[in-house]
């Protein structure tokens, strides 16, 4: 292996990610925990991954489950304790796997020390976060729109000044320009390190480089309040602040698998980003592929419907521009989206498991680092939830208070938020059919999918053609193939509205990856596809293949032959 190759392990890995709080509760309280994590590992280790990406864990007051953390270097007793994080680290580690934490460090909880000696004016820790005076009618200084509804200014009576949250009130932005904001950063990142912590995924890290100077956002039609993305991301230090945090903290040295969450990120700023020689960032989380079920960009609670030619060039437009420079995080599901299953796949009975394996196939078959979100291996579905007291999530209940106060109906929202709540992705691991899905043994923090007593753990593993065993599968190809890590990616058939048709080509090796994307059989075409005699299946959904069609969501990754050699005349 190249000195290069040993620093960029993770090009060749697959990361699991872990929302604690749902994964699985040891003690009975209704809440996931470290504990139930570590039970769990030889699940992971018989799956094959390589990563686990564990979302937050730290002390926080839990206003946005975690997101919100008020001492980065201590474990929020709901999780458990800093010996059960060693715990874990160590059972990893001697499996042979990794351990990839979450870092939230574009805000804070307005209860971290920083920001309590914050709200004084006179404190030399003021400067940590935004703070700006009134209006002139004593309102936000500008009309910026928090992600999560309402004003991204909270007025801090003591002050008399209002702080900037670009998320829940309670989340202040914190003030990287400052070098003190800057090095507290690098000084926790490196003790985390120092304990045996493999990698970090960066929070929002596009945010924390902001305008030189603030203003008013341009306010969509029917809104009170504005966006200014261009004022809060991607701001001209953000370059410069990752790459102090790559020196500072030893991503290289230390060999950290590193992704930044970066919405609305460019391929160009991708590229830049990613670029090794640049050393900010191992790879990034893009979204435009996320963005195809909603009438507009930013209208995540409007749903439309996806043509597939727009997805596939979604990816495709990734695969070209990052090629040879940067790298791609390949992600279908988080704690953010709700399951791919409803909502890029078909979840009846007659099709989830078929079609939770081919977009399987598509995804990990492209290249990048793959990324599986706890029961996506399992084929789990969006919820079931059917009111509003169903609901945890802090965003989704804003959007309905907001949505009842503009005079939407209530079945309008509750339809939004059954397809697009975050609360899809945060209802608990099935592991078994007993009546809390095996999560726990008190009353679940958030309610379990009923459909748990089909889909679970348990049943998948005793089941050879189940999801979980065809991600087996999968994640064992990546471990052997190199072409699938390294092989140039080219589509084929960018219209047609049924197949997904790619290859990948590594010297002479070269892949043919099929699927039928759709819940009708799909004729072949005559043209398109490469053709020849010699194919080898690798992994399919339906063993060979009929000939002429693809059967509902049937999909197939073929090894062609080698091209001839040219014919020497004597």
Known sequence: MTAAAEREWWRSAVVYQIYPRSFADSDGDGIGDLPGIVDRLDYLHRLGVDVVWLSPVYASPQDDNGYDISDYYAIDPVFGTLDDLDRLIDGLHRRGMKLMLDMVVNHTSDEHPWFVEARDPASPKRDWYWWRPPAADGGPPYNWASVFSGSAWTLDERSGEYYLHLYGAKQPDLNWENPGVRQAMHR???????????????????????????????????????????????????????????????????KLITVGETAGVTIEQARRLTDPARRELGMVFTFDHLDLDQKAVGAKWDLAEVELPLLKRAFARWQDGLAGVGWNSLYWNNHDQPRVVSRFGDDSAEHRVVSAKTLATVLHLHQGTPYVYQGEELGMTNTAYTEIGHYRDLESLNFYRDGLDRGLSEEALLRSLAG???????????????????????????????????????????????VFHYYRKLIMLRHAEPVIVHGRFELLLPDHDQLWAFTRTLDQDRLLVIANCSSVPAPLPAEGLPGGTGTTTMISTHGEPEAGQLRPWESAVLRLAPPAPPHQLS
């Open 188 to 254: 926790m990142m490196r003790w985390w390190a120092d304990r045996g912590v493999d990698g970090l995924r960066l929070d929002a890290i596009n945010l924390i480089a902001k305008a030189d100077e603030f203003a008013d956002g341009p306010t969509p039609p029917g809104s009170s309040y504005g966006i200014p993305w261009d004022l809060v991301a991607y701001g001209p230090r953000l370059d410069q602040f990752l790459a102090e945090l790559h020196r500072e903290v030893g991503f290289t040295e230390r």
């Open 420 to 466: 697009r709540s975050r609360d899809n992705a945060r209802a608990p691991m099935h592991w078994d059919d007993s009546p809390q899905a095996g999560f726990s043994d008190g009353t679940p923090w958030i309610g379990v999918n009923p459909n748990h007593v089909i889909i679970n753990a348990l049943a998948a593993e005793a089941d050879p053609d189940s």
